[in-house]
């Protein structure tokens, strides 16, 4: 890798003084995220105002230097892993909380904001940002609009791409752009907030989100709800979503997840699926939403329904979900986690296809996840150091994609591409499309330098 | 205007047989829309299925022809208007519902499907499409998705953009692309879909759409509230909109539209303003949604409020809302509509800048929408054929685009730009922001062939 040119090193220096790090310590700290793909950035960047950013994206681009935008870095995608050396930018000093608006209904932040602080600030006012996925305590507001960040609660709420309404960003020319505003309403020109959203920094760099908030409800309760098989659960899961009201999560467990729960000491009954359904509402109304899904919820194959009417019965139920993913690792060290994306309706088929994998590879397949969007979390367990499971579980990665898009799915319903899924992207796209997303990208970052090799396929040389 | 190529009239003559029109009935029934702009085109082609679009358009580069797509021509900005001659192309032909996917909440249709036979369509099922535009009986949802058209529904149930998941489009370079499909999460890649969305038929053509659909709800109900002045109302919008239960339309009405449904013989009490609120849900949760909302309705400036259970009720209150438009013409026969949008928080201001604008023009302009949105209707009242009044109301207008932009918000909500607004763009976006706009324009149409002139001010030469 050449060296960073001195010119380059000097504006930096000159711009951002301290905030221009290129100590190991501060290279070591940037090189890798939650997917433990691993690369030293040769710089790193750390502005404290959009201007800033401009004049980092300009220097960048004068001296053909890549630029990695990074908010906290628990991405597992390798999105914010500069594999391609240059510079790591990171939000970590763009973190305030600019305005909160309870009577528009909005908030303004910077991209380094942590969702939970953003959760905090926002309590005492009543409202609540959806996204919620579960490293929300210490991701970035700025890495969730980039990767389109989901949760559990999605279902009800929608994810990022959703609950934003407007975007100030940094271009790869240094422009500075705006579009949207405080208002939920806009058919004023090009929709380019909602085309940087899940962009994962390869179009521009978000520099401030005006972010639409949803009141909080006043209460929640749950439903655990047992089946005979996936299919038996699948089906409940379509009666749900075709009925008017719409929970609030709605999460599946497969055969295996519960095996795996009761194996590790988990109070799981014996079944062959298990779905947890949630509602919010006010004292009030609740026991009614409570009562529609679980009439939706009970059909055939339907073993058991638990009710959670108040808080501690619900944490309950919600325990084994959340034992979930430290379970998977009492079974194997190593653990490919993929978040496909079916419709609804074929979720019995994935899981039925899934399991025929795990049989083909020998490898325990644990799939579960936020089945009223159709988006499962298809886990592959192995031992990384037995070179054959290595092996087999690497080799069943392509045919779960394989499936979920025969399916009529996409591969990823929350994490994003980064490099994990980059070379997947022309099963999932027809030529023309990459074409059309390669000629946006060009538009948007003509030299190349926003987080190169990231989302879009390398092109084949003609 | 250069008439077409000989070589392009054969190629569509021959793709096309009778579905290539040149006949002077045929150019006439496809040169206006409801802007009341009007322009010849030199052709028009109605094509059956995606591939003959595609040819279409292949020719239409090939010999620099320009094209318009076209619904059924409800639009109110002329982005339908063929102003810089070449072709319409009509998607009243591909009107198919291709399939009901109730299970995955979704419907998958061709652009030339009028959003009325959908809503039809999907009765059967218990489920809806939620954008509905007054001319709901009588637009195409690709002229919907188009435009990202709304409705008083949109406040709880969003616009167009909120309501699509997929589309199929042919570019402007002729190429197919497919972006999104059957789910309703996604983090694959660019998000072509909404880009689309609202882009007027400049950036490619929408040949097919799979819409999210929502699950009819059982009951409805709805509030009259009358305020002192368009301030208690505004205020009121503000507190419904800070709490849990989201009405199912939040209509504002001004002074003047009081008056002037007064002078029209309805039955409206003497107030300042009123709200029409609605809600949705079932028997037993609804009278707990409405009283919610009545709650908080009420407060400083409330004069009185009526609650309407049954259907009937409910009408009665409405048609005051339904009687508005057409009382409009029973001032004056010229009327400019516009639909800008402003934060909630904002909707005094605009109100009261409004009526000032008017004290100005000395001309009546009455302001009423679609309140939750901060979505306001501005009609300016003139006699066209009274040159005075004529340049009154026009010189009155850019005011009114620049009282919404000053209060945060921006020029459309609903309607879209076309010609109409489209000079109001470089007000409405920084330079930077317009040039990333059409850096996009030229990569998905870069010979400039789609609907030119429309959406993007003209560049200025350097």
Not at 5 to 20: C, I, K, N, V
Not at 291 to 300: F, T
Not at 404 to 421: C, R, V
Request: charged share 20%; net charge negative; hydrophobic share 40%.
């Amino acid at each position: 890798m050449t060296p960073l040119p001195a010119a380059f090193e000097h504006t930096l220096s000159q711009l951002l003084g301290d905030d221009w790090r290129t100590d190991p310590n501060s290279l070591q700290a940037h090189a890798q995220d939650n997917s433990w793909r691993h690369a030293l950035p040769q710089g790193v960047a750390m502005p404290r105002n959009r201007e800033q950013v401009q004049a980092i994206v300009r220097a960048c681009r004068q001296h053909g230097v890549p630029l990695v935008g990074r908010g906290t870095g628990t991405g597992t995608t390798g999105a914010a892993v500069p594999t391609a050396g240059g510079i790591v930018l990171s939000f970590a000093q763009m973190n305030r909380i600019v305005a909160i608006r309870p009577g528009d209904r909005c908030a303004v932040v910077e991209p380094g904001v942590l969702n939970g602080d953003l959760q905090q600030a926002l309590m005492p006012h009543g409202l609540f940002w959806p996204p919620d996925p579960s490293s929300a305590d210490i991701c970035s507001i700025g890495g969730n609009l980039a990767c389109n960040a989901g949760g559990p609660r999605a279902v009800k709420y929608g994810t990022s791409r959703d609950n934003v309404l407007g975007l100030v960003a940094v271009t790869g020319t240094g422009e500075l752009i705006q579009c949207g505003g405080p208002y939920t309403k806009d058919s004023t020109g090009y929709d380019l907030t909602h085309l940087l959203v899940g962009s994962e920094g390869t179009l521009a760099l978000i520099v401030e989100a005006t972010l639409k908030l949803t009141p909080r409800p006043r209460s929640q309760a749950g439903l655990r709800v047992l089946y005979r098989d996936a299919e038996a659960a699948a089906a409940a899961v379509s009666r749900v979503m075709a009925q008017p009201v719409t929970p609030t999560t709605l999460e599946f467990m497969d055969a295996r997840s519960l095996q795996l729960l009761r194996h590790n000491g988990a109070q799981v009954p014996e079944a062959g699926a298990m779905l947890l359904i949630d509602a919010d509402g006010d004292d009030d109304t609740l026991p009614y939403l409570l009562n529609a899904l679980a009439e939706a919820a009970e059909g055939d194959g339907m073993l058991a329904l638990d009710v959670a009417t108040d808080g501690s019965t619900r944490d309950k139920l919600w325990a084994a979900r959340r034992a979930l993913s430290p379970a998977l690792k009492t079974i194997a060290p190593g653990k490919i986690n993929e978040d496909v994306v079916v419709p609804v309706s074929q979720i019995p088929a994935l899981v039925e296809g899934v399991q025929q994998l795990s049989a083909q590879a020998q490898l325990p397949i644990v799939t579960f996840g936020h089945a009223g969007n159709g988006n499962l979390h298809v886990n592959i367990l192995y031992h990384p150091e037995d070179a054959s499971e290595n092996e087999r579980a690497h080799a069943a990665l392509p045919k779960v994609f394989e499936l979920a898009l025969q399916l009529g799915g996409t591969l990823s319903g929350e994490h994003g591409i980064g490099l994990a899924k980059r070379d997947f992207m022309t099963q999932a796209f027809s030529a023309g499309t990459l074409a059309t997303m390669r000629a946006i990208k060009q538009a948007l970052d003509p030299d190349g330098i926003l987080n190169p090799g990231k989302v879009l396929p390398e092109q084949e040389d003609l």
